[in-house]
């Protein structure tokens, strides 16, 4: 059995791949005549070619999701989570206590950013200070605030 050429096998790659494509100009583009280009569809298209064999891809590693390994990773980049509960609800306990002795009132989603703030805060201070996303998302809780003070309400 004769073996096809670089440009017939090519071919014929492509029209698999291609079904609805003209075999004219496709059999162009791989330097064939259209004749042969025909003979190699029907080929193709009858099962006679078989593309040739993937090469095994290794099996994808996951990240390890379990509570201990997601536990470890956290207490990198926010401490450990007793140290940063005490200095979040320590800050938290003198805003409520400020504010109550100024008789402050606030929205619901004004304290709540408040204390989005104040727990992000928090973890800068007792954990990674460079982990961006704490600066990102003090940044976001303000502009929630201030863009519903003004009417853009999100």
């Not at 791989?30 to 006679?48: E, V």
């Amino acid at each position: 059995m004769r073996k096809q050429s670089s440009k017939s096998q090519k071919f014929m790659e492509y029209i698999m791949n291609h079904p609805n494509a003209k075999v004219a100009p496709v059999a162009k583009k791989f330097g064939i005549t259209p004749s042969l280009g025909y003979q190699l569809r029907k080929k193709a298209m009858d099962g006679a070619f078989a593309p040739p064999e993937m090469v095994p891809m290794p099996e994808p590693r996951l990240p390890d999701f379990s509570v201990n390994s997601v536990l470890d990773t956290r207490a990198k980049d926010y401490g450990t989570f007793k140290d940063g509960a005490a200095l979040m609800q320590s800050l938290k306990r003198s805003l409520a206590d400020h504010a109550a002795r100024h008789n402050k009132a606030f929205a619901d989603d004004q304290w709540e950013a408040l204390e989005m703030i104040v727990h992000k805060m928090g973890r800068i201070v007792n954990g990674n200070p460079d982990v961006v996303d704490h600066w990102v998302d003090i940044a976001g809780y303000a502009t929630l605030i201030a863009d519903r003070l003004e009417g853009r309400a999100r």
